[in-house]
């Protein structure tokens, strides 16, 4: 069974610009989470989608956005890219009420 | 704001000690969970506890939760040089709300 799979691995842009990261969860996982890992805040949730509909939003700017597909598979996108987006960001899909499969996430540094 | 708050931050044993990592939280929950991270990797899902429940085993790890404390705690025996990693609590703030809050991890490191 694979696992969640995201890309890009690793990431580099330049102060303004945009980003998209996307997210294949688990096969018949309906939810999946986004989350920001920083060395300074932790984990820190950004957004919820469950069959396409966001059900819950972090404290994040508008900048942070996020979507979902009828497939499940999810993509975030961060728009106007300010230094301290530069983090690890995770995603998780998991059946309700079960425990997140994590991807490896994508390591996103802005120059 | 954080949930959970795990204690200690840091942890350093010898291979074959047992390691006991804690977490806090501030709200009623329904279930409480247990994650481990590798050197900034994705994280690997331990152990989840419902909120009935007051203890749970998973091979070497045992995890109990206390409701009235508002408390879990992680203990791993015999431990591993492989078991050096973040271990993170993890719980649903508040219930029904679709997220998971994290706690700021212990990081526990085992030496051969």
């Known amino acids: 069974k694979a696992g969640v799979t995201q890309t890009p691995r690793y990431l580099i842009k330049t102060r303004g610009q945009q980003v998209t990261l996307s997210c294949s969860p688990i096969?018949?996982?309906?939810?999946v989470s986004w989350y920001q890992q920083t060395p300074g805040q932790g984990l820190q949730f950004l957004f919820e989608y469950f069959s396409e509909t966001q059900r819950n939003k972090g404290n994040f700017p508008g900048r942070f956005s996020g979507r979902q597909f009828s497939n499940s598979r999810s993509e975030m996108n961060v728009s106007t890219l300010e230094l301290g987006d530069s983090a690890l960001y995770l995603c998780?899909?998991?059946?309700?009420?079960?425990?997140?499969?994590f991807g490896s996430g994508t390591r996103l540094t802005v120059v | 704001s954080q949930q959970g708050e795990e204690d200690p931050q840091a942890l350093s044993i010898q291979e074959g000690e047992n390691a006991t990592m804690n977490c806090s939280y501030k709200t009623s929950i329904n279930n409480l969970q247990w994650y481990r991270q590798n050197s900034g990797r994705g994280l690997v899902h331990l152990i989840l506890i419902r909120s009935n429940e007051r203890e749970k085993h998973s091979g070497r790890l045992r995890v109990t939760l206390d409701t009235s404390k508002k408390s879990s705690s992680l203990l791993i025996t015999a431990s591993r040089a492989a078991d050096t990693a973040s271990y993170f609590c993890a719980t649903d703030f508040p219930s029904g709300t679709y997220k998971y809050i994290f706690g700021t991890g212990t990081r526990l490191k085992v030496l051969a």
């Open positions: 096969s018949g996982h309906r939810s």
């Open positions: 998780a899909s998991s059946l309700i009420g079960d425990g997140y499969t």
